[in-house]
């Protein structure tokens, strides 16, 4: 039985979809047990429980062959590093508790330093603890969303695609869809010791190309907007996010665009999914209609 946390979310969803259609046993995490009466219908097992809560976790998490676990953001938590340690920690107790087989943990391009990464860090601090446990363990280090482009799309009807990364350059980035389908392969055909997959979509993209498939879709001119890393703080903040976060996106920001943040290579496997870039900005730009 594989249990799947995150399935409200972007590669849970499609994680626990991909092993329920091969007809392999499920159970889906969710925090709100209306959240999990759709997963119900369709022949999962629910288990209502916060990824905080170790006694809850580790009952939801008994008899699992594998597990898909991730380091969801959590915009209260005020020391985000600290914070995310402790909930790393309380995930990796459950699944020591609970007896786990296999554990795939979605990680991040990048995860293999130790700082100037921003977020990245705390799936850095996550490999290095989960990597202790009894289990076997895949890590899917996953490229730069193609799904971040989202959140630019409010500048649309300006025909400005904003962005702090640096226009020209070149940087893998993947669609959500690529890491649950990779996280379900991963799942079902088990884990053996510590694996790491480095997943990008079918090409590197950079931001101009964004720009240049979006006046395609939406057949308007769109250019990029490029706002300098100086900036970022302050309309990150402007925009709600809180400062320590705003800083660490700002950090992470600074290390793709020199080159900090990128795949180590190595042993790690790497991995293409297929879905494109104009893929995921027309399913975004559907649904903002
Ligand atoms: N953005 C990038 O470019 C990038 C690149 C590499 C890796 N990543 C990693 O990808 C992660 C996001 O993955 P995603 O897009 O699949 O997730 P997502 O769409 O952001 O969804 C988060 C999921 O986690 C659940 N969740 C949140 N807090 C929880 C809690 N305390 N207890 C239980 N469940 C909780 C949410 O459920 P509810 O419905 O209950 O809220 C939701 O299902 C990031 O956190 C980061 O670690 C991101």
Redesign the pocket.
């Known amino acids: 039985m594989f249990v799947i ?9 499609v994680a626990a979809e991909t092993l329920l259609s091969q007809g392999k046993p499920v159970r889906v ?4 047990a209306a ?1 999990g009466e759709s997963w119900k219908k369709r022949g999962a097992e629910v288990a209502v ?4 809560d170790v006694e809850a976790l580790t009952k939801a998490l008994k008899g699992a062959d594998g597990a898909y676990l ?5 915009f209260a938590f005020q020391n985000p590093r600290a914070d995310n340690g402790k ?1 790393t920690r309380a995930l990796f107790e459950a699944t020591e508790k609970a007896g786990v087989r296999h554990i795939v943990f ?4 990048g995860a293999q330093h130790e700082a100037g990464t921003g ?2 860090g ?2 850095h601090d996550a490999e290095k603890i989960f990597s202790a446990s009894k289990a076997n363990v895949t890590f899917i ?5 193609m ?2 482009a989202g959140n630019s799309l409010y500048a649309l009807d300006a025909g400005a695609y904003p962005t702090f990364l640096r226009p020209d350059l070149k940087v893998p980035m ?1 669609a ?1 869809r690529d ?2 389908l990779v996280a379900a392969k991963a799942l079902a055909e088990g884990g053996k010791g510590r694996t790491v997959i480095e997943l990008e979509g079918p090409q590197e993209y950079d931001q101009n190309d964004v720009a240049a498939a979006l006046s395609r879709l939406t057949k308007k001119k769109v250019s990029v907007q490029h706002g300098p890393e100086d900036a970022m703080v302050p309309a990150l903040t402007g925009a709600g996010f809180p400062q320590p976060w705003a800083e660490l996106y700002r950090e992470m920001t600074h290390g793709v665009n020199t080159g900090h943040v990128t795949f180590e290579g190595g042993a790690a496997q790497h991995v293409r999914g297929t879905t494109t870039l104009e893929t995921v900005l027309e399913g975004l730009l559907a649904a903002r209609k």
């Open positions: 946390a995150g399935v409200t979310g972007n590669t849970g969803k995490l969710v925090r709100d959240k429980t916060d990824l905080d991730l380091l969801p953001p959590n909930r979605l990680s991040s391009v977020p990245i705390a799936v280090r996953a490229a730069y969303f799904e971040n993947v959500t890491i649950g």
